[in-house]
């Protein structure tokens, strides 16, 4: 699923095409289980709200094109 969302991208000039996206699922997958297993462990210890800004702006800035 990821793979052709970020293929999707490329396509439309949203997305640089030279980015792995390997690399990138890599990334998402682990910020993904890091918050869920926060989540889950500690629910009150941390803003998971920030968290998820966090990680998109992580991914729109690494996915971004130019």
Do not use: N
């Not at 949203?14 to 699922?25: D, H, T």
Request: a positive charge; hydrophobic letters at 50%.
């Amino acid at each position: 699923m990821w793979v052709s969302i970020h293929m999707g991208g490329c396509r439309f000039g949203s997305r640089v095409a030279v980015s792995p996206p390997p690399g990138g699922l890599i990334a998402l997958t682990g910020m993904a289980r890091g918050v869920a297993a926060q989540h889950l462990i500690a629910p009150d210890a941390f803003d998971l709200a920030a968290a998820v800004q966090a990680c998109q702006r992580f991914v729109e800035r690494s996915l971004a094109a130019g």
